[in-house]
């Protein structure tokens, strides 16, 4: 072997150990804060461990799942079940929608400042649950809030207490979940609509395509990797959310999901952690079996397009 062919190959393997060396650290991260909770996760839903130190825990096999299938109220479980399903549904659409909406208006020539308005649309993102549902909150506490005051008092429409009433409570938790959100599918779809070569809408119009065929023909399946990255991740956050649910409502007034119900079961006055860690593994199952199967009808729809 040559010097030269010696010393090409010694670079290379000296190049793949520091890409291997450079990994290591967020690949250990990965497992001790991702693997390594799920794993524990499993195993404590075969358990009947609680949350008070003193009492001993045992290894139970299957009966938490046998529980939640058998013995839980039908009714109850129907309804938690659908309900986060309605949730989920309802976030995926409004927040594709409007995100959609708000990038072509954010990437037309004409807007000035298009990038402050982006910035401001991102910012409910990057607050956070804690600060969002505080905002929320305050604006439409009863009486003295801001939105509250603004309707009722000074322009005398009836409205009821909208973050604690059976009517209101639960929409307004999908709204707001979707505000919160919009400006990140935005960026997304802003990113995908840069992509786009001119010389396609120029091509269109010289073929005598109005706005709306561009948009169908041209717009709308260029971009539509961006919209399988925003539907999938609007699906997973959705289905398994409870942070804006827990800090608005508690789960009351017709708002408990399966997310929230996992959150009362390990931590309220039962702290039944082990049916819990069982009420997880559930939802892991449902959310894993709806994104596969909406990446597999998006894909369909791809290649169709």
Known sequence: MSIAKRKKRHFSLFDQRVIYACMLPGLVLF???????????????????????????????????ITFFTRTNPRDLVSTIGRTFVYGISVVVLQNVFALFMALILTQ?????RNVYRALFFLPAVLGSTIVAYIWKMLFTVPNGPLYYF?????????????????????????????????HSCLIYISGLQNIS???????????ATEWQSFKHVTFPMIWSSLTVNVLMSIIGSLKTYS?????TGGDYGTMTLGMQIFNTAFGGSMQQG??????MVMFLIVMLVTFTSNAILRRMDQTT
Do not use: K
Not at 36 to 53: E, H, K, N, V
Not at 244 to 248: A, D, E, F, G
Not at 275 to 280: K, M, S, T, V
């Open 151 to 183: 309707l009722r008092i000074v322009l005398g429409i009836p409205i009821p207490s909208i973050l604690t009433s059976f009517q209101t409570s639960f929409s307004a938790i999908i709204l707001i979940r979707v505000w919160m959100y919009m400006g």
């Open 244 to 248: 804006l649910i827990l800090l608005i």
């Open 198 to 208: 001119r010389d396609l809408y120029e091509a269109a119009d010289i073929d005598g």
């Open 31 to 65: 497992f001790c804060f991702s693997v390594l909770p799920s794993l524990m996760t499993l195993f404590l839903s075969f358990t009947d461990i609680t949350g008070a130190l003193s009492t001993d825990w045992h290894f139970i096999g299957f009966d938490n799942y």
């Open 275 to 280: 049916y819990a860690a069982c009420l997880e």
């Open 109 to 113: 020539r004409f807007i000035h400042g």
